[in-house]
C-alpha cells in the first residue's frame, strides 16, 4: 500500500462521514404521519386535503400548505425528529403535533367589527359590541 492509496481511501471515508451527517438533518416523518397531524390540526378527514411542502428548516421544522376539497387553505408547521436525534435517543424522539391556521380569514372580530353584526353575551363580555 502506498501513501497515495491511503490519502484516496480517507479521503472517500471522510467523504463518506461527511454524506451520511448531512443526511441527518434531514426531517424523519413519512407522508402518512404529517397527513394524519394535519388532520388532526384542521378538524378534517385525511384525504379531503391535499399538502404542498413548501420547505423544511435546519433542527426538523416542516413548513407547508394545506388545500381542502372546499377551498379553504391553512398554513402550517411541524417538527419532525432528523435522523441524528433519533440516533442519539436510540428512535425516542417524537415528532410534534401539526400547528395550522386558516388563512384567507379575518380574526376573531371580524365579524364585530361589521355594522350590523350580530352582537352574542361573549361579544359583549369582551367589550366588542
Known amino acids: 500500500m502506498n501513501i497515495r492509496n491511503l490519502k484516496s481511501g480517507a479521503c472517500l471515508s471522510a467523504m463518506a462521514l461527511l454524506l451520511l451527517g448531512l443526511s ?3 426531517a424523519t416523518i413519512r407522508d402518512d404521519g ?8 384542521i ?3 385525511v384525504g379531503t386535503f391535499t399538502i404542498a411542502k413548501t420547505g423544511e428548516e435546519t433542527g426538523g421544522r416542516i413548513n407547508y400548505t394545506v388545500k381542502t376539497k372546499d377551498g379553504a ?3 402550517c408547521y411541524m417538527y ?13 424522539t417524537p415528532h410534534s403535533d401539526a400547528v395550522c391556521t ?28
Open 34 to 41: 404529517l397527513e394524519q397531524r394535519t388532520s388532526t390540526a
Open 102 to 129: 386558516q388563512m384567507g380569514r379575518g380574526g376573531p372580530s371580524a365579524a364585530a367589527d361589521k355594522p350590523g353584526a350580530s352582537c352574542n353575551p361573549l361579544l359583549k363580555a369582551a367589550g366588542r359590541c
Open 73 to 75: 387553505a391553512y398554513q
Open 24 to 26: 441527518g438533518c434531514a
Open 43 to 45: 378538524g378534517r378527514s
Open 80 to 92: 419532525s425528529a432528523t435522523g441524528f436525534q433519533k440516533a442519539m435517543s436510540f428512535g425516542q
